[in-house]
Nanobody, 124 residues
Framework: QVQVVESGGGLVQAGGSLRLSCAAS????????VGWFRQAPGKEREFVAA????????FYAVSVEGRSSISRDNVNNLAFLQMHRLKPEDTAVYYC?????????????????WGQGTQVTVSS
């Protein structure tokens, strides 16, 4: 089992960029896929992006595809979510979580080891 801690959130103007980090502790980080999710006030938690254990496969929500990039560093037990051209509707708490693996069908229920989240606020 791994534990994760997110960082990198903050206040940014619309059109700006942010890179979120997910630091994992525990053994065998490379044995887990990593997902990023977000939850805006009054809304359900939603999928943003995911990356397979090896990093060879990535998946994105339609809302962020083309302006976001998920990556991982299995040597240093890190995962990242780079977001560009941010919009006010991207405002949310962003969470990192792990799963045994990810395929084309992403289910929140497959993910565990959730972090505490990092706040991203995009001003218009």
């Amino acid at each position: 089992q791994v534990q994760v801690v997110e960082s990198g959130g903050g206040l940014v103007q619309a059109g700006g960029s942010l890179r979120l980090s997910c630091a994992a502790s525990g053994r065998s980080f490379s044995s887990y896929a990593v997902g990023w999710f977000r939850q805006a006030p009054g809304k359900e938690r939603e999928f943003v992006a995911a990356i397979s254990r090896s990093g060879d496969n990535t998946f994105y929500a339609v809302s962020v595809e083309g302006r976001s990039s998920i990556s991982r560093d299995n040597v240093n037990n890190l995962a990242f979510l780079q977001m560009h051209r941010l919009k006010p509707e991207d405002t949310a708490v962003y969470y990192c979580a792990t799963a045994l693996e990810v395929t084309g069908t992403i289910r929140i229920s497959d993910f565990g080891s959730w972090g505490q989240g990092t706040q991203v606020t995009v001003s218009s």
